[in-house]
């Protein structure tokens, strides 16, 4: 089924958080901040699950749900603002969003992304790894092979 | 915690949007412009009022807007997030008190409703006595979530 509206929702505080607390205290906001998306999706009434036609991407804070139509984008977007509001006591400090929805045409994701493109048509995305998520505890960067692999890969296809 | 989209593409969801409460003369539109409120420059936007769904939700998020308003005073930057959302909660509650009245508003071009026959627009409900008051409505209205991030 054809993807037309993505929804983008965005997680604030973080910035803040990781000069606060750093990694440890943003790793696990992050995580609470999937837990909500990944539960919540879940619980979606069934006009707005239809049967798993829509597609979520949750990247660090924010989450992309890439939907049929702007009536299934704004429906899930509102479910997951007002179950954000629910989950107030049951998280470390309370979420606060903020989000947008448009339409989709395979086009680039907000952030940390590259294209993806077949025959020259472009038909997906690849998160793009920062270094920070990839530097160990000795402060090296070490880059996963299998990201390399997918790199390399795409790059040779798409030249 | 507001949740944009541009009004062209959102006219498809815009009918099914509509919400009659038991005491409404008129529907309350889930889908405006408010106002008050700054949208992105370059296009026309508006709101989706994602915590109207029914009055029980409603009232219930309202105490819990309340609750984290409140938790929140120690922190400036989270407490411009609540402030711009408690902005959005009094904004809700006058176009409630207008849906109870029968009052329309006038909203910008591009996005039709059946009905917009009067000149009140959004947010002048509190000059006309919206039941819960406005009294905070300017100090919350100052903080604004393109900023935070």
Redesign the interface.
């Known amino acids: 089924m054809a993807r037309r ?1 993505i929804a983008h929702i ?1 997680l ?5 958080l990781w000069k606060e607390g750093g990694a440890v205290r943003v790793r696990d906001r992050l995580r609470e901040f999937s837990d909500l998306v990944i539960e919540q999706l879940a619980h979606l009434p069934s006009d707005l699950r239809r049967d798993g036609e829509y597609t979520v991407i949750l990247q660090g804070d924010s989450a992309s749900i890439i939907c049929q ?3 299934q984008a ?1 429906g899930i ?2 479910h997951l ?2 179950q ?3 989950a ?1 006591d049951r998280v470390s ?2 979420f ?8 989709w045409h395979n086009q680039y994701l907000p952030t940390n992304s590259d294209p993806v493109t077949a025959n020259g048509i472009h038909v997906g995305t690849q998160y793009t790894f920062e270094d920070d998520f990839l530097r160990d505890c000795t402060g090296e960067i070490r880059i996963p092979w299998n990201a390399v692999d997918c790199r390399e890969r795409l790059c040779s296809a798409s030249s | 915690m507001r949740l944009i989209v541009e009004r062209g593409f959102a006219q498809p969801a815009v009918e099914g949007s509509h919400r009659r409460w038991e005491d409404f003369t008129r529907d309350l539109r889930c889908i405006t412009s408010l106002e008050e409120f700054e949208y992105p420059p370059g296009g026309t936007y508006c709101d989706v009022l994602w915590m109207v769904d029914t009055e029980e939700r409603f009232k219930h998020l309202k105490q819990i807007m309340a609750s984290r308003f409140k938790k929140c005073t120690a922190d400036p930057d989270e407490f411009a997030q609540a402030g711009w959302t408690r902005a959005m909660f009094d904004q809700v509650d006058s176009l409630v008190w207008m849906c109870r009245q029968g009052r329309e508003w006038v909203e910008m071009p591009g996005l039709s409703h059946e009905e917009e026959t009067s000149d009140h627009r959004v947010g002048d409900a509190s000059e006309s006595g919206s039941e819960d008051g406005d009294s905070d409505k300017e100090q919350a209205a100052d903080g604004n979530p393109s900023d935070a991030e």
């Not at chain 1, 604030?12 to 803040?16: S, T």
């Not at chain 1, 606060?96 to 339409?103: M, N, P």
């Open positions: 509206a965005d604030l505080g973080v910035r803040k139509d702007v009536s704004i977007s509102s603002f007002v954000a509001f629910y107030t400090r309370p606060w969003l903020r989000g947008s929805v448009s339409d």
